[in-house]
């Protein structure tokens, strides 16, 4: 297709600067909401396109927004992403932000014959903070009809699974005594917070298979000559459905609440997350996979027991038919998401690479859905029946 050429040539011709663009934010990693300098390099770079960009959009300062073609048609969102862990860019965010760029350079050159519009949409927080469903919440993406993103791992899959998470944090309250010469007059609050995690892993038997439980001490006391009179800790509990993501939350807080009466102390929790699980649209992934195979990389549905973690992005792909494809930014099992060895491949020649090809593969999907009323049809009907299942 003539359309699908010249949006590829423009990628190609955008190509360095979206690696040096891609580049800085790696070498500037920011943790969520405080993505100042890659949401102003993604914005800048928007209005070098020749594009209006709108910033701080659902009363967030570092998400943007920028929307280009025919007004009358649907419309297709691309988000980017480019927060950071606190090693750094180890889920390859960067590279997120690169490709969904180079997509909206390829589809710009030609904004005036687009028969829809394409919305540029830069998502922050995706590592805990829940962007994508604040900015659902408040407006962000009303009237859009499809949105897309795709994320760097070590394989390639057009049908990407993520499991839905809920985060929990403990704070455990219980009665400061001298550890030697007093401790029958103390309550542990450390005591409950083991007790917490020896109970969950005593249930791990019996949870179904995929579903994760993990968790951390955040506060362990505050002397070792103190019975400690407060501990914390926080644990991420993640499923295939968010049903069953929230029957195990409310597990993890029962043994909470059991180890805080066994110990004599006193517990409260809050939900500091909650992710849905991702329902990719398979019509939409479909058309992804032909165009990355034309390019020389097959993306294959992962199998349904693949490894995963979440995103906000389970939460768009509730609201509307969405994709969020993997590609391979690093050698398979050398590397993986958010391991230390990761944030090297996200800065690699091969990386950029990938993230280009995966730039020209979105293009050329989102396109298609904007030129082909058929297409854009089947994906909102298979939405709807898998919504409805």
Known sequence: MKAHSGICRAIDDYREKAVALSHQIHEHPEPLFEERFAARLLSDAARDLGLKVETGIGGLETAFRAEFGASDGPAVAILAEYDALPNGHSCGHNLIAGAALSAVAGLARGAEKLPGRILFVGTPAEEGGGGKIILLERGAFKGVDAAMMAHPADAEASV????????????????????????????????????????????????????????????????????????????????????????????????????????????EHD?????????????????????????????????????????????????????????????????????????????????????????????????????????????????VRRQES
């Open 160 to 267: 990407a699974h993520a499991l839905a998470v809920k985060g929990i944090r403990f704070n455990f309250h219980g009665t400061a005594a001298h550890a030697a010469y007093s401790p029958w007059n103390g309550a542990s609050a450390l005591s409950a917070v083991i007790q917490t995690f020896q109970s969950i892993d005593s249930m791990r038997l019996h949870v179904r298979d995929g579903a994760r439980i993990h968790g951390i001490i955040t506060d362990g006391g505050q002397a070792v000559n103190i019975v400690p009179e407060r501990a914390a800790c926080e644990f991420l509990a993640r499923a295939a459905t968010s049903r069953y993501c929230d029957e195990l939350a409310n597990r993890v807080i029962r043994c909470a609440e059991a180890a805080a009466l066994a110990t004599g102390t006193r517990v």
């Open 271 to 383: 939900i500091f997350m909650y992710y849905k699980n991702m329902i990719p649209n398979r019509t939409i992934a479909a058309r992804y996979a032909a165009h990355s195979e034309a390019l020389g990389t097959p993306s294959p549905q992962a199998p349904p027991d693949a490894p995963a973690g979440s995103t906000d992005m389970g939460d768009v792909s509730h609201a509307i038919p969405a994709i969020h494809p993997i590609f391979q930014a690093a050698p398979r099992g050398v590397a993986r998401p958010h391991e230390n060895a990761f944030v090297a491949h996200a800065d690699s020649e091969y990386a950029y690479a990938a993230m280009v090809r995966v730039g020209k593969a979105l293009a050329m999907t989102a396109y298609d859905l904007l030129a082909e009323p058929e297409l854009l049809s089947a994906a909102r009907e298979e939405f």
